[in-house]
């Protein structure tokens, strides 16, 4: 929610033309608020939000329906509001304007009213894309945000940015939008398949290499149950991994907050946050089947480990044992796409996002942080190739483990690509037809979700359930 204020001056330059000057400072505030159980009838702190309205639109992905849809709506029932759901399927492919306008027909369908918050529900995928169709919906409609990933819940939540994909461009078309309010509730990671577990894992080795030593300790010491027991939040997790778990995310989202909050908009280009995104954004949407973000931004935090040793700004020591945080993790810290092509194509696009700057943020040593500008070509491709030998000493030549996108990522088992591809062009065709009439643009929901409740088989070989009729043993619900 924001606050304008401005202030208008008349102006006269010296070649005696008349104007005037316009300053103006927006106050912005949100709120988070930590709670176990956010859809458990005994917390109203979100029942409470909407009680002025006495309705509620949330929008949610398939999965997380699948799994939470219906403890949503006794939730709701129980303190007489009435909710409508907006179902999508998503993946990072999809993560499109057609999608986006789908969203929008909802609230057009609903009657949205212009201070009324949309409830956004689901991993980083939705978050962004909901956010993005709320920012441009009357040019700013409120949204609450309950994320449900560990991405969602430790970097996408802190972020006001929201945000499409544009070809084989990363967040290309988008806005900084704030919700109200977000609600962090871990529980969610109890049913958060480990591979996503994983991926979100990324996020907190990014902030606390550059930012937070003590953080980086605790994952250093705890890396493998924190992954294999979602957080602490699996059934018998241990006392001490549960203490550290919510140590490591409390303090990495205070420490997130606290980088963030004095930049919300960006306007400063040398941001700590961005370590591992500045070549990923590219190589993240390269191969056909898209890397998990968190896959892409290790890729690009160990090869910047690798470029931060070769100047000596972290030891060998400390090298090594980022390497191997990221090996034990499982995840990746390099691809067999990710050559000298890609990297030169990915600086020229960071360099056009940064002012034409490179910026990029390297550990110097672990628990803080400098930006690189004035790395040339070939220094780069000299410290890709020392990577590439680094890789060879690491299982699967530093390749991670469930590092594509699948399933759990898009709710779509069988010909996933093409059904991915098929909803985007249904959806870009109804947008077409409809030239603002108030119809359907459900391309992305209508019509396919019976399909995907159906995706009760095995993901990638590991066990992992992908039913979503049961929030005990599947494991189902998230975008990264």
């Not at 709701?76 to 998503?90: A, G, N, P, S």
């Not at 700013?140 to 006001?160: E, K, M």
């Not at 980088?259 to 500045?278: C, F, K, Q």
Request: overall charge negative.
């Amino acid at each position: 929610m924001s606050d304008l204020k401005a202030s208008v001056s008349e102006t006269k330059t010296s070649s005696g033309h008349v104007g005037f000057h316009v300053e103006g400072y927006e106050k912005i505030e949100y709120d988070f608020t930590f709670i176990d159980g956010v859809f458990n009838v005994d917390n109203p702190n979100l029942a409470d939000c909407y009680k002025k309205w006495g309705r509620v639109l949330a929008v949610t992905d398939l999965n997380i329906y699948n799994v939470y849809g219906k403890q949503m709506e006794k939730y709701f029932q129980h303190y007489d509001l009435e909710l409508k759901i907006h179902k999508t399927k998503i993946g990072e492919k999809a993560k499109t304007m057609p999608t986006l306008l789908s969203i929008v027909d909802s609230m057009n369908e609903f009657g949205i009213y212009r201070k009324e918050p949309v409830l956004v529900v689901g991993g980083g995928l939705v978050t962004d894309v909901a956010g993005f169709a709320c920012a441009a919906y009357r040019r700013n409609t409120n949204f609450i945000r309950v994320p449900t990933t560990v991405i969602g819940l430790i970097d996408a939540s802190v972020s006001i940015k929201v945000a499409v994909n544009y070809g084989n461009y990363k967040n290309r078309l988008g806005a900084y939008h704030a919700p109200i309010h977000t609600f962090l509730d871990f529980t969610f990671l109890k049913t958060l398949p480990t591979a996503q577990i994983r991926n979100g894992f990324a996020e907190l080795i990014k902030i606390s290499t550059c930012s937070h030593l003590d953080t980086f300790n605790l994952l250093d010491k705890y890396c493998e149950q924190l992954i294999d027991q979602s957080f602490g939040r699996a059934e018998g997790s241990p006392k001490e991994l549960i203490d550290a778990a919510d140590r490591i995310n409390r303090e990495g989202i205070h420490e997130m907050l606290k980088l963030e909050t004095p930049n919300l908009h960006e306007i400063g280009l040398d941001r700590v946050i961005a370590y591992g995104h500045t070549w990923s954004p590219l190589h993240e949407l390269v191969p056909e089947t898209p890397l998990r973000h968190g896959h892409a931004i290790s890729i690009d935090m160990a090869y910047s480990a690798t470029l931060a040793n070769q100047r000596k700004l972290i030891s060998d020591e400390e090298h090594r044992r980022l390497l191997n945080l990221f090996s034990r993790a499982g995840l990746s810290m390099d691809h067999h796409q990710f050559d000298e092509e890609i990297l030169a194509k990915a600086t020229a696009a960071i360099l056009k996002t940064r002012d034409g700057k490179l910026r990029a943020a390297v550990p110097n040593p672990i628990g803080s942080c400098t930006f690189l500008n004035d790395v040339t070509a070939e220094e780069m491709n000299e410290a890709l190739r020392r990577h590439k030998q680094l890789m060879k000493e690491y299982p699967r030549n530093g390749e991670g483990l469930e590092a594509y996108v699948d399933s759990s990522d898009t709710g779509y088992t069988e010909n996933a690509k093409m059904e991915e591809e098929k909803i985007i062009e249904n959806a870009a065709k109804k947008a077409g037809q409809l030239n603002g009439s108030n119809g359907h643009v459900n391309g992305t929901t209508n019509g396919v979700h019976k399909t995907s409740a159906k995706t009760n088989g095995h993901v990638n070989g590991n066990g992992a359930l992908s039913n979503g009729t049961s929030g005990n043993a599947a494991k189902v619900n998230g975008n990264a």
